[in-house]
């Protein structure tokens, strides 16, 4: 009779979550948005700007920044197959899923990196963006354990689009 049953009724979409705004100004600036309940560390080791941890229903992840003098003699793709070959190809079980270059914001190019392996038994999966601004290399990885890939994607582009370096 023209009514709408409940079971009939269009879900609502699952609520956003809130995400927050961090500014670094004394190194560039850097800004990204991330998740507001996850917890910010500034600066916890010398080339790491930024960890930005939290938990999910997956699982924990680890959002970091990294900021180092850069050689121009190599390209980012170079960049990216050193760090590969030196921390993680001796890995338990790594995979490196894919390597493309990708576009960033402000017209900045990177090198984008995806892996898996594992760590004292839990399996892991790490995105990393490795880009050149002025004399610098910065680095964007997030490393997660128990999450899917499209949930961990997800939030890496998320991260990603929000990700500005100036120097």
Not at 138 to 149: I, K, N
Request: one cysteine or more; glycine letters at 8%.
């Amino acid at each position: 009779t023209g009514g709408a049953s409940a079971a009939q009724k269009p879900t609502e979409p699952a609520a956003v979550k809130p995400w927050s705004r961090l500014s670094l100004f004394q190194d560039g600036p850097v800004t990204i948005n991330y998740p507001a309940e996850w917890q910010v560390n500034p600066h916890p080791e010398p080339e790491v700007l930024v960890k930005v941890s939290g938990k999910t229903e997956q699982g924990d992840g680890e959002l970091q920044i990294r900021r180092s003098p850069t050689d121009h003699n190599l390209s980012l793709e170079d960049i990216a197959t050193l760090v590969e070959t030196r921390y993680l190809k001796s890995l338990k079980n790594y995979r490196r899923a894919r390597q493309e270059h990708v576009s960033l914001s402000g017209g900045a190019s990177g090198m984008l990196q995806e892996f898996t392996f594992e760590l004292s038994g839990m399996p892991f999966r790490q995105m990393s963006v490795y880009r050149r601004e002025g004399d610098h290399l910065y680095t964007m990885s997030l490393v997660a354990s128990g999450w899917r890939q499209s949930d961990m994607l997800t939030l890496f582009n998320r991260c990603l689009g929000t990700w500005s370096v100036r120097e």
